[in-house]
């Protein structure tokens, strides 16, 4: 049997199925304010939205594009706030509108609305509240208390009048998460500080309290441990007992330690409180006394986000998954599991009391049954009353009570019992009848009254009859209220109340004479009457003639009931009424005119006479009347001008009805009457049909009548929807006639579909008082220039000044260029460009000025920009070019001022000043700008100086080239003075690399022999010496080497490399001996002669390192790595240790390798040194300087060495080096390869690696250490992308026993999830099938049941299979399971409660089978369960088909009550089978759907006479009297006979029987049969068949009450004669009198007097004949009972 569970869980919908990233289903991107929506921020691709979701229709999500910080909704509407920044705006999404917005001082950290109007804002400092309504700001309601600093503020909850406020914040503290809570008074003004992580407020009545209180809640989890606390804050309300305090623990699980409370909600219909934590466990409690009520885990993800589930009192949230959930109290189970499962029947009993719940019906019989034993009867009746669903409110209850002696000094049980159930509520039907049969007893009528105005009674047709004996009128207040409509009836007429008869009467099928009744109706009132009336035609076939009708109010002159009755009648508007309608309009009109208008108003007759009714409407002043139904235009005209006497919104419909041509000159005849009075509805007029009118013309007729107001308000009303220009030109033009300045500003700066220059020469004519419109328009379409000359010439400075200050600064350069156009004061541009502190280029301004060339005006203005630090490029440029022009110090400033742009400043100078323009140029390296003025100007030996220290290759390249006309000239001064005024030999050894790029060998070779050799003052210049070697080099080679031994002071070692590169292999070697520069000497001999002998020699003969390094590496480059080191070593030089090291490992020298890098690291301890020395001492298996070395001091990368040995399967070193650097998962992975499953075991744990755990894992595994691969499995299996690799490890190797084990151990885990208890529930499907069955039990929720049911059916475990469709709901599938394999899956308990459930309806009839065949007698016991649900006419067949009906006789008579036909036939059979007589008369009598006359024909033919006496019974309920009274005869059923004799009516049937009877000679049968068929018997027949059989004794007693019959009808015939007379004597003498006496009740003397159509009795509405004892119902003219 399923588990009772207290709770109802429900998944509502999954976030990321509507396409929400789960990267944003989080804290900081998702928020819930309530129930209703659910709201996030995403960024989809670039841009940013918010995700809206309606839980109502989650569906379809709204997204919108929006860019916030955070995003809440209203918990109620369609508003969200907004928070970017500081920013908070609120925005109504259904009205498309901004509500409030406001920016804040401080950072908002926290948000949350608090009601549907108003928001929660957190700072670092304080809390505000922010209300909706009108204007308000945010208002500071409390500083944040000191113990929230550094918290992050989770939640903020408020009670229901925010009278108590509360803050909540978490921190890290001592490795774990810390709540901090603020708890406000607002009345107190005052702070707590209180420890906790949830919490909550509510407003709850305690029980035996008469208000409510606000009780506090809040749970902690601190190192103590968890605990819950509900309190009572604020006083007590009056009356209210003190809530004692309640402080009880909150129990988290061994495996969630660091667990803590996240939310808290509160279900006060149920008084429970849910408490929900960062592991996703729910607790419930109970909220008076702190019981824990349940406690599960229901997400195995955080719910960071929760709200109130209002609709089921419990509690949604979201988990970081996406779910959904909701949690409440399932109220079907809750009592019961309190009851039952928590032992707790006074908790079961409270909660069901308190929320009117299901489950406690034992318990409160129980408890009510000891107390009324004890004799306490208050508070019995207080357990009967409170007992839920009325369990306890029966007729039993009440006979114990009346049956109870009353004790001493107390009201009776009974009265107490009553007094409990007026004070809770309402009685119910037979509560009521009981309690007010004693009162009406005691004539306490207004008792009665108070109780029904209270509606304490359910009122019923008892209770209403028990009244009407005392009053009628309250009876008839009950009979309404229990919708008795016969009752009604009856009470309405002795009541007088006739208005109300013919609702009832309709219902009741009376057809009285209503003419006669409404004219008695009449008399009693004319609005009765009217009533009345009305009643008699309001159906689609009047029961009266209306005309008729008619003539009877105007019999009595009554105009206004005629009116009103017509009205009624005529709503339809059937052509043939038109008279009618004619005659009704006439006469209002004639007599009241207000009515006829209301009448035509409402456009109800259409069939009348218009043109008459037209001039009696214009008659009666009614002019709007008279327009609807006038024709003629000039009747129209004639009463149209007069709109003071019109409505004027139906004037203006009424122009909808009007041509277009109509329409226009009746608008012309309306101004010309008079403009002033009709201009505003002229106005409406044209705004509403301008489409159909045309706006051109309305625009005409305005300005025909010169009427700009009009114009203004008509263009008004349609500019903001009309794309024509000249709309918006003519109402710009209308405004400003009108003054309307501000609108013309608006829609000159809003509308885009004026002609601007139109508008711009409109508005400079209007000479308006205000030109901020003209400004307006000229700045968005670009009229500045124009703007400023005509506000110059028209003496309107100011407004340049507001339009460059206010409007738009961006526009100061065209603004001063227009005034520098018309000749304006240098002062005021310069007064206004100071003024100006906006954002506008200064590039403009001054290209506007020095267009005009008054470049020196913004002098003032540049310099001071450029003493406030500015370092705008443009101002510096601007006050360059002022300089240049002034020549004050230009090169000085062009050398100094680091601002201005070389470029710009140098070609504002090409043509004023060459040499300026050289040095803004030579400045900024303007080369090509600076070449070509050079060129243009010859100023080549500026270049040629700029061009030597430019020391720019492609530069020389540029101007050397050979199409240079000004080569020539450019080498000359580079020649004679560039080169020799530069002390910087690499000027000169770039010139000269450029020389002989440019292939110039020969003149420069020419002239510095012609300066070196001749002993000139520059024969030792050592750039000249350079120079002329260099030449050579490139020119002569066969005289280089005589210049180097016959110069000196040359630079050797560059000449060398220049000699290198020319291949002067020897030369450069004699440069480099000449000067000791023996590195580069051997470096020759290595690299380019190729001489390593020769190059040894050299070393041996000059003893240098670097030449020994030189060698070396010459050494390494031949491979000859023994020698390389050596050479290295005599160096002593360790820089090349990277190339050694590879050498050596490519050539396994490790041992050289070693003596190498000790050396390198004694010179410097480089990382790679040590690195590689260790990774070589570990090459040459020295372990133990190994170990000496990575605990001394170092820079290795041991790390890095420990991995290339453990690759390189040097274990050892390599867990020593692991072991070292702590690398916790490389060492465990070493020591699996060395065995040490243990240790290896060990540091896995200390590495905590995922990837680690398997290694480690799988080589215990190999090595058969199960134990410890158990172990590493645990930290395995909580991942489930890594569950199915383990699994198939374990598997391929045949260890099932093992991993099972393994599996079982983590079930216990706190990360346990769905693959762990799936997986192992498939392998016990496949390897221990016998524990599969307990497995699911325990964890079916847990599992993935669809890959479990495929396990299950492929390992054959039907009863297994079984379970996990129940489970699944796949209960089609369960049933076949079972069916098809029987013998393991079967259970009957089982069967029976999931066929219950299945949707396919042919498995019902596959189980009948199934049982038929497998279990027989169980049989019956599954038809009870399928009763409501089988067709009882197929199920009959297929037991008929197979002969098992008999089987299944318990069946029948269950579903018998259903009076199937194929079930009566079927059970009749059996009956007749078994010979049960009395039960097949039974059936017959409950039950007649069947064939009667078949089971009679079968039943005539049967041995046993009972069986032939229902055959003849059966033939008189079918009416076959003949068959019947014969069979009887035949099996001498004499009594039967008789009475179906009698029954049939019939007199043929009983004298026949009469006379067999006397030939039978059946004496005392013929006496009997007299009286039998008394009514049927002729007496002459009777005394004829006694005579001649001689049996007048035995007819005597017969002919005695025939006598007596005929004396009774002879004395009432005397009797009516004398009555009849007395009638006509009377009748006689009233006549002669002439008089007619007067009656009190006029209507009922009309009824009775009435001779005109006599009314036939009607039969009485069934069920409610009831007369009350002792009461006659009223004489009427027809009647009300039958």
């Given at each position: 049997m399923a588990q009772i569970l207290p709770i109802r869980f429900q998944e509502h919908l999954q976030l990321q199925t509507l396409g929400v990233n789960p990267a944003n289903i989080g804290f900081s991107c998702l928020t819930?304010?309530?129930?209703?929506?659910?709201?996030?921020?995403?960024?989809?691709?670039?841009?940013?939205?918010?995700?809206?979701?309606?839980?109502?229709?989650?569906?379809?999500?709204?997204?919108?594009?929006?860019?916030?910080?955070?995003?809440?909704?209203?918990?109620?509407?369609?508003?969200?706030?907004?928070?970017?920044?500081?920013?908070?705006?609120?925005?109504?999404?259904?009205?498309?509108?901004?509500?409030k917005a406001h920016t804040m001082t401080d950072e908002v950290m926290f948000w949350k609305w608090i009601s549907i109007n108003t928001i929660a804002l957190v700072t670092d400092t304080a809390v505000y509240h922010w209300s909706m309504e009108g204007d308000s700001q945010p208002i500071k309601i409390f500083d944040r208390h000191a113990s929230l600093a550094g918290c992050q503020i989770i939640n903020y909850r408020t009670d229901e009048p925010q009278k108590w406020l509360l803050l909540i914040g978490i921190s890290a503290q001592q490795n774990r998460v810390v709540g901090a809570m603020q708890l406000y008074s607002v009345d107190r003004k005052v702070s707590q500080p209180i420890e906790g992580h949830a919490a909550a407020f509510v407003q709850y009545k305690l029980e035996g309290n008469p208000n409510l209180s606000t009780?506090?809640?809040?749970?902690?989890?601190?190192?103590?441990?968890?605990?819950?606390?509900?309190?009572?804050?604020?006083?007590?309300?009056?009356?209210?007992?003190?809530?004692?305090?309640?402080?009880?623990?909150?129990?988290f699980p061994p495996e969630a330690q660091t667990d803590f409370p996240v939310a808290m909600q509160i279900g006060a219909k149920h008084g429970v409180i849910y408490l929900i934590t960062k592991y996703g466990y729910v607790h419930m409690y109970d909220l008076e006394s702190g019981v824990c009520i349940y406690m599960n885990r229901i997400s195995a993800e955080t719910i960071f986000v929760t709200a109130a589930h209002e609709s089921t009192s419990g509690i949604i949230g979201v988990n970081k998954k996406g779910q959904v959930l909701s949690v409440c109290v399932e109220e079907e189970n809750i009592v019961n599991y309190t009851t039952n499962v928590l032992q707790n029947p006074e908790l079961g009993l409270r909660m069901a009391v308190r929320s009117d719940l299901p489950g406690a019906e034992e318990l409160f019989t129980r408890k009510f049954n000891t107390l009324f034993t004890q004799g306490n009867y208050a508070e019995a009746a207080k357990v009967a009353v409170s007992a839920p669903k009325g369990v306890l409110r029966t007729s039993e209850t009440i006979r114990r009570f009346q049956s109870a002696p009353a004790q001493g000094g107390q009201a009776s049980p009974l009265l107490q019992y009553f007094g409990v159930l007026l004070d809770r509520g309402q009685l119910n039907r037979l509560e009521s009848v009981e309690l007010c049969r004693p009162v009406l007893q005691q004539g306490r009528m207004q008792l009665l009254e108070k109780w029904l105005k209270g509606e304490k009674l359910e009122c019923s047709e008892e209770l209403g009859d028990l009244v009407k004996a005392a009053d009628p009128t309250l009876a008839l207040s009950v009979y309404l209220r229990a919708n008795i409509p016969a009752k009604v009836i009856q009470c309405f007429a002795e009541t007088g109340q006739y208005q109300k008869i013919v609702l009832y009467a309709k219902k009741m099928g009376y057809s009285p004479d209503w003419i006669m009744l409404l004219r008695s109706v009449m008399r009693?009132?004319?609005?009765?009457?009217?009533?009345?009336?009305?009643?008699?035609?309001?159906?689609?076939?009047?029961?009266?003639?209306?005309?008729?009708?008619?003539?009877?109010?105007?019999?009595?002159?009554?105009?206004?009931?005629?009116?009103?009755?017509?009205?009624?009648?005529?709503?339809?508007?059937?052509?043939?009424?038109?008279?009618?309608?004619?005659?009704?309009?006439?006469?209002?009109?004639?007599?009241?005119?207000?009515?006829?208008?209301?009448?035509?108003?409402?456009?109800?007759?259409?069939?009348?006479?218009?043109?008459?009714?037209?001039?009696?409407?214009?008659k009666a002043g009614l002019l709007q009347r008279a327009l609807e139904h006038f024709t003629d235009l000039y009747d129209i005209k004639r009463a149209i001008v007069h709109t003071h006497l019109l409505n004027a919104e139906w004037l203006v419909n009424f122009f909808g009805s009007l041509s277009v041509g109509d329409s226009m000159e009746c608008l012309r005849a309306m101004l010309a009457a008079n403009l002033r009075q009709n201009l505003q509805l002229t106005v409406q007029v044209a705004s509403k049909y301008h489409e159909q009118l045309g706006t051109a013309t309305l625009v005409e007729l305005f300005e025909s009548f010169k009427s700009y107001e009009g114009l203004f308000y008509f263009l008004g009303s349609i500019v903001n929807f009309s794309q024509e220009s000249e709309v918006h030109f003519k109402y710009i033009q209308a405004a400003c006639k009108t003054g309307q300045i501000k609108e013309v500003e608006r829609i000159c700066r809003e509308s885009s579909c004026y002609d601007p220059e139109c508008v711009k020469n409109f508005l400079k004519e209007a000479k308006l008082t205000d030109q901020l419109p003209l400004i307006i328009v000229c700045d968005r379409f670009d009229f500045?220039?124009?703007?400023?000359?005509?506000?110059?010439?028209?003496?309107?400075?100011?407004?340049?000044?507001?339009?460059?200050?206010?409007?738009?600064?961006?526009?100061?350069?065209?603004?001063?260029?227009?005034?520098?156009?018309?000749?304006?004061?240098?002062?005021?541009?310069?007064?206004?460009?100071?003024?100006?502190?906006?954002?506008?280029?200064?590039?403009?301004?001054?290209?506007?000025?020095?267009?005009?060339?008054?470049?020196?005006?913004?002098?003032?203005?540049?310099?001071?920009?450029?003493?406030?630090?500015?370092?705008?490029?443009?101002?510096?440029?601007?006050?360059?070019?002022?300089?240049?022009?002034?020549?004050?110090?230009?090169?000085?400033?062009?050398?100094?001022?680091?601002?201005?742009?070389?470029?710009?400043?140098?070609?504002?100078?090409?043509?004023?000043?060459?040499?300026?323009?050289?040095?803004?140029?030579?400045?900024?390296?303007?080369?090509?700008?600076?070449?070509k003025v050079c060129n243009e100007n010859s100023l080549f030996k500026s270049e040629a100086r700029y061009l030597v220290r430019r020391k720019d290759p492609d530069l020389w390249a540029v101007v050397l080239e050979e199409n240079n006309p000004y080569r020539r000239a450019l080498i000359d001064q580079v020649v004679q003075t560039a080169l020799s005024e530069t002390q910087d030999p690499e000027e000169v050894s770039v010139t000269v690399k450029a020389f002989m790029t440019a292939d110039l060998p020969t003149e420069l070779i020419e002239l510095l022999e012609k300066i070196v050799l001749e002993n000139s003052i520059f024969s030792e210049h050592r750039n000249l010496q350079n120079l002329l070697i260099l030449t050579a080099i490139k020119a002569d080679r066969t005289r280089v080497m005589e210049y180097i031994n016959r110069l000196d002071n040359y630079d050797a070692p560059d000449i060398a490399n220049i000699a290198i590169s020319n291949e002067l292999y020897e030369e450069a070697f004699s440069i480099f001996k000449k000067f000791d520069v023996n590195a580069s000497a051997i470096q020759v001999l290595i690299e380019h002669i190729g001489n390593l002998d020769r190059a040894y020699e050299f070393a041996e003969r000059c003893g240098e390192g670097p030449v020994w390094s030189q060698l070396a590496r010459a050494q390494l480059q031949k491979n000859l790595v023994k020698e390389a080191i050596d050479s290295y070593i005599r160096a002593d030089e360790p820089s090349a240790y990277m190339e050694v090291v590879d050498a050596a490992s490519r050539n396994d020298n490790w041992e050289d390798l070693v003596k190498f890098l000790q050396m390198a690291r004694k010179k410097a301890r480089e990382s790679y040194v040590e690195t590689e020395l260790l990774f070589a001492l570990a090459k040459t298996n020295r372990l133990s300087e190994l170990e000496e070395f990575v605990n001394g001091p170092n820079n290795a990368h041991i790390q890095q060495v420990g991995d290339r040995c453990y690759e390189e399967g040097m274990f050892e070193a390599a867990r020593l080096l692991f072991n070292n650097v702590s690398n916790f998962a490389r060492l465990a992975s070493t020591l699996v390869h060395l065995g040490e499953y243990q240790a290896a075991v060990d540091s896995a744990r200390k590495a905590n690696s995922t990837r680690t755990w398997k290694e480690v894992c799988f080589a215990c595994v190999d090595g058969e250490e199960f134990r410890l691969a158990q172990i590493c499995g645990l930290h395995i299996v909580i991942h489930a992308d890594e569950l199915e690799e383990l699994i198939s490890y374990y598997q391929e190797r045949g260890y099932f026993e093992e991993l099972i084990m393994l599996l079982e151990a983590a079930l216990g885990l706190e990360r346990a999830h769905m693959g762990m208890f799936t997986e192992l529930a498939i392998l016990y499907s496949k390897y221990k099938p016998q524990k599969m069955r307990e497995h699911l039990e325990l964890f079916w929720s847990r599992v993935n049941i669809p890959k479990v049911l495929r396990a299950a059916e492929q390992a054959h475990l039907w009863a297994e299979l079984v379970f996990l469709y129940d489970k699944y709901e796949e209960y089609d599938n369960a049933i076949i399971t079972m069916i098809t394999h029987p013998t393991d899956a079967w259970r009957d308990a089982s069967f029976k409660e999931i066929i219950s459930k299945v949707a396919n309806v042919e498995l019902y009839y596959k189980s009948l089978q199934f049982y038929l065949e497998y279990k027989p007698m169980l049989l019956n016991d599954l038809l009870t369960v399928l009763a409501p649900r089988l067709d009882h006419t197929r199920a009959v067949n297929f037991f008929t088909k197979v002969n098992q009906l008999r089987l299944v006789k318990p069946y029948l008579r269950s579903v018998q009550s259903h009076n199937n036909r194929a079930v009566n036939e079927a059970l009749n059979s059996l009956l007749t089978e078994e010979e049960d007589f009395q039960g097949l008369r039974a059936s017959i009598d409950a039950y007649d759907n069947f064939d009667s006359i078949s089971l009679a024909q079968k039943l005539e033919q049967h041995e046993l006479i009972e069986f032939r006496r229902i055959a003849a019974y059966l033939y008189k309920i079918n009416q076959r009297w003949a068959q019947s009274i014969q069979l009887c005869k035949k099996d001498n059923l004499y009594k039967d006979a008789m009475q179906y004799a009698a029954e049939s009516k019939e007199s043929e049937h009983a004298e026949a029987l009469l006379r067999w009877f006397l030939e039978e000679g059946r004496r005392e049968c013929f006496a009997a049969c007299l009286f039998s068929s008394y009514d049927l018997l002729a007496p002459d027949l009777v005394l004829e068949l006694a005579w001649r059989h001689g049996l007048i004794d035995f007819a005597m007693p017969y002919f005695t009450q025939v006598m007596r019959e005929y004396l009774t009808k002879v004395d009432e015939l005397a009797g009516q004669v004398k009555v009849d007379k007395l009638e006509e004597a009377e009748s006689k003498r009233s006549t002669e009198e002439g008089s007619e006496p007067t009656s009190i009740v006029y209507g009922q003397q009309l009824m009775l007097t009435t001779g005109q159509t006599p009314v036939a009795p009607q039969a009485g509405y069934p069920g409610y004949g009831y007369t009350a004892p002792g009461y006659a119902p009223p004489a009427y003219g027809f009647n009300l009972q039958p």
């Open positions: 819930m304010e309530s129930d209703r929506f659910i709201c996030i921020r995403e960024k989809v691709g670039e841009q940013n939205q918010v995700v809206i979701i309606d839980l109502s229709d989650p569906s379809n999500p709204i997204r919108r594009p929006i860019t916030a910080d955070s995003a809440i909704m209203n918990p109620a509407s369609k508003v969200i706030a907004l928070k970017a920044a500081r920013t908070l705006q609120i925005f109504n999404m259904e009205m498309k509108s901004k509500v009780l506090f809640c809040f749970a902690v989890r601190s190192q103590a441990g968890g605990k819950l606390h509900i309190i009572e804050v604020g006083q007590p309300a009056p009356g209210n007992q003190p809530f004692a305090k309640k402080a009880v623990d909150v129990f009693s009132g004319p609005d009765q009457g009217l009533q009345f009336a009305q009643m008699l035609v309001q159906d689609e076939e009047p029961l009266a003639n209306i005309n008729q009708v008619v003539d009877v109010f105007m019999e009595g002159n009554l105009v206004q009931q005629c009116t009103s009755f017509l009205l009624d009648v005529l709503k339809n508007n059937k052509p043939e009424e038109g008279h009618l309608q004619t005659r009704l309009l006439e006469m209002n009109l004639i007599h009241a005119p207000q009515v006829a208008d209301a009448i035509l108003g409402n456009q109800m007759f259409t069939h009348y006479d218009r043109a008459h009714i037209a001039q009696l409407c214009e500045v220039h124009d703007l400023v000359l005509y506000l110059y010439r028209n003496s309107l400075q100011k407004y340049i000044e507001i339009y460059v200050q206010k409007v738009n600064p961006s526009r100061l350069p065209v603004v001063v260029g227009g005034l520098l156009d018309v000749d304006c004061s240098e002062d005021v541009i310069k007064s206004l460009i100071i003024a100006v502190r906006g954002d506008f280029s200064t590039d403009l301004l001054v290209e506007e000025v020095e267009k005009r060339n008054r470049l020196k005006l913004l002098s003032p203005w540049l310099e001071a920009r450029a003493q406030e630090g500015s370092e705008e490029a443009a101002t510096h440029n601007a006050l360059a070019k002022i300089y240049i022009d002034s020549n004050n110090s230009p090169e000085r400033f062009l050398r100094e001022n680091p601002y201005y742009d070389s470029a710009t400043v140098g070609r504002y100078c090409e043509k004023r000043d060459p040499h300026l323009a050289f040095v803004a140029y030579e400045r900024g390296q303007c080369d090509m700008e600076l070449i």
